[in-house]
């Protein structure tokens, strides 16, 4: 819950949006007809991770690298570095993340409850009066002035009501939403999901596999430049982060899927827009493992439990690809070599999901 925000923690239907307008350069390798609003990635090997390779960049920015806004950025990512050598094998991959129409149909099709429907125990809430144990999810509450960027709790809370069906609280619908990304999932809600659909979760590896879209090494899925040609690929925050979000990419807040270009595989908003779960636990450390074995990593499934120093006792999964609340001052974790982490018993206001299926 609202504890288990840490680092960035604080973080298809036919009427949908034009997905056929992507590059499809990967579908001449697919192994038959693509399943709906699918694209197929191509087997292939990568240097995956994220080195501090643009730090420098950073340190001739306006905002001077010893500002408190920039120090999470100056560690170069730590947990995800070293950059080490992975092969996948192909599979199919949504060509955007699962939006409200969709996580609608499954719910209404399963009588399916999420998480954030259902009323927390004390043991997910510690200390919390009794009274104050229903159902909610955390959203995003900007502060009217600036604030210190070392405390989350400035800019999100705990609001009861809060789920899928109403994303920034009760009073809210979906009525003119139905092609945003479906937010306030926890892991197991987006498993569910999966499940039921005939997918699963990608793992982290064909997660920037997919991301990259056959350009390996580069910053972002489109390339190492972050506004090709003067012009916004992602939805991020812009502005004084957290209470100024601009909208120069032209959101504040969620955006609806595919409303920037996509990679080369076809996929859209694989940076930024909301996070995405992914299958694998996390640890800080696993890059360093898989590195020091000094081989390829074959399609890699990740560490078999999870450990976080910053809150040691709390099982997390696998973020990928930042969300409209990325900022370069805060997180930066729309590049695409970085990696995020999230309670598995949480969603949020900026964490949703995709879904892939093995190519047979």
């Not at 408190?68 to 950025?73: D, K, Q």
């Not at 429907?117 to 159902?135: F, M, N, S």
Request: charged share 20%.
């Amino acid at each position: 819950m609202l504890a288990a925000l840490t680092g960035c923690d604080r973080t298809p239907t036919a009427s949908g949006p034009p997905w056929a307008s992507g590059p499809q350069a990967a579908s001449r390798e697919a192994p038959g007809a693509a399943p709906a609003g699918m694209v197929w990635i191509p087997a292939g090997e990568f240097a995956m991770g994220g080195p501090a390779r643009d730090m420098a960049a950073l340190e001739r920015a306006t905002l001077a690298p010893t500002d408190p806004v920039c120090t999470g950025l100056i560690s170069g990512f730590p947990d995800a570095q070293p950059a080490h050598r992975v092969a996948v094998d192909g599979f199919w991959m949504d060509v955007t993340e699962v939006t409200n129409e969709q996580f609608k149909r499954f719910a209404e099709a399963t009588h399916y409850i999420t998480v954030a429907e259902r009323k927390p125990t004390p043991e997910q809430i510690p200390g919390a009066p009794l009274e104050l144990l229903v159902p909610g999810s955390v959203v995003f509450t900007p502060p009217n002035t600036a604030v210190a960027l070392d405390d989350a709790a400035q800019w999100w809370s705990y609001v009861p009501g809060a789920d899928w069906r109403h994303p920034n609280g009760p009073s809210g619908t979906l009525l003119g939403q139905e092609h945003l990304p479906v937010v306030h999932v926890a892991f197991e809600d987006a498993e569910a999901y999966c499940k039921w659909a005939g997918k699963r979760l990608p793992t982290e590896a064909e997660w920037e596999w997919a991301a990259r879209g056959g350009l390996d090494g580069k910053l972002y899925p489109w390339g190492d430049d972050p506004k090709p040609g003067g012009q916004t690929r992602a939805n991020t925050f812009q502005g004084r982060f957290p209470q100024g979000d601009t909208g120069e990419d032209g959101f504040r807040g969620v955006a609806p899927v595919a409303r920037y270009p996509a990679n080369g595989y076809g996929l859209h908003d694989m940076a930024g827009n909301v996070w995405e779960w992914c299958a694998d636990w996390y640890r800080p450390d696993y890059y360093a493992r898989l590195a020091a074995e000094g081989t390829v990593a074959r399609n890699p499934k990740g560490p078999s439990d999870s450990v976080d120093p910053e809150e040691p006792g709390i099982p997390k999964r696998v973020h990928r690809g930042g969300s409209f609340l990325c900022s370069d001052q805060y997180c930066s974790r729309y590049r695409v070599g970085t990696r995020g982490k999230g309670a598995i018993d949480t969603g949020s206001v900026h964490v949703g999901f995709r879904a892939v299926k093995d190519g047979k």
